[in-house]
């Protein structure tokens, strides 16, 4: 006879073996979908698959993608954040204003304004979420004032001004390993994190219950606002650190820097796989989507094609999700 200690392992491998197929037949579709885009755009424009061309491409792919990955935490949970702009821009603003503030740019303040960045990315997120969670204000309205009140630190701080980051910043946004720009393995290593977070913990079991049904998690027992303020405040680090690597690589920051950032990020979440009306969601395609968006953007701009295009397939893609869930 075979013993519940017998069965137990057996469950569980079973369990783990399906959430893997589940999981890459979520990620399929992009998946096939970027191969397909890459393949095109060697037939159509192969310089948009040169060294120059990919190494251009690749850093602002891994920022799209910790972007990206922040807004899905917070669609994870029914919501959408429309201060990404604000976030990513005020991130840049901090960094290259407060890591010259004290006669010049040295470790300790840039270390400073390190915490500034984070501080105001947590305390930013943490309205939202209570806003949306307790004040029960819809997350388009709560994030998008967000979105202006950031923009107006943003101004006061910087007065529109651009001031060039501290060295260590662009030289480490700027830099390669073995080739590949270091931003990749920042992306890589993040997102590994915040799938292992989401995807292998209780606190992420929980997280993906209160998303699919708040009212299911509250009979059992699950504070269900705590997880959307976490949300909220983990997706704004995301975009922080985004706006903080971007600040780097372009060296003299824009004060609305963040501004390119709010379509492709939602689109990312949709093309992924992602239910725009909460629940469980698929990091992995999230990242494999902000690839495909930056590598569709490099495609435009070599054929000489409309920017257009590129906001139409965004917004054509939004519109299918909500369609299709």
């Known amino acids: 006879m075979t013993s519940d200690e017998d069965v137990a392992p057996a469950t569980t491998k079973v369990a783990r073996s399906r959430s893997r197929g589940e999981l890459f037949r979520s990620s399929r579709g992009i998946l096939l979908a970027t191969i397909l885009l890459f393949v095109l755009s060697g037939i159509v424009e192969p310089e948009s698959l040169s060294r120059s061309a990919l190494s251009g491409m690749l850093p602002f792919a891994a920022i799209l993608a ?46 400073l304004a390190i915490v500034y960045v984070i501080g105001a990315a947590l305390v930013s997120g ?24 950031l923009y107006g630190l943003d101004v006061e701080i910087s007065g529109g001004t ?100 709010l379509m492709p990020s939602i689109a990312a979440v949709v093309l992924g796989g992602t239910s725009l009306f909460g629940g469980k969601g698929n990091l992995a395609a999230t990242v494999i989507a902000a690839l495909f968006l930056t590598q569709l953007q490099q495609l435009v701009l070599t054929t000489g094609l409309s920017v257009g295009v590129q906001y139409l397939f965004q917004g054509g893609a939004i519109v299918v999700g909500v369609g299709v869930y």
């Open 66 to 111: 910790l972007v990206a990955l922040g807004q899905t935490l917070v669609i994870q949970q029914g919501g959408i954040d429309l201060s990404v702009p604000g976030v990513v821009s005020l991130s840049g603003v901090i960094i290259s204003y407060y890591s010259n503030s004290q006669g010049g740019p040295n470790s300790s303040a840039f270390g």
């Open 162 to 261: 651009p001031v060039a980051v501290p060295d260590l910043l662009s030289h480490f946004a700027n830099s390669k390993i073995f080739g590949v720009t270091t931003l990749a393995y920042v992306a890589v290593i993040v997102a590994c994190l915040v799938i292992f977070i989401v995807k292998k913990t209780v606190f992420g079991r929980r997280f993906e219950a209160v998303g699919a049904s708040p009212r299911a998690a509250r009979a059992a027992g699950v504070v269900s606002g705590r997880y959307q303020i976490l949300a909220y405040a983990g997706a704004s680090v995301l975009y922080a650190m985004g706006g903080v690597l971007l600040a780097g690589l372009m060296s003299l920051p824009s004060a609305f820097q963040g501004d390119s950032y």
């Open 126 to 149: 943490a309205i939202n979420g209570l806003l949306v969670s307790r004040a029960r204000v819809a997350p388009i309205v709560a994030t998008i004032g967000m979105n202006a009140l």
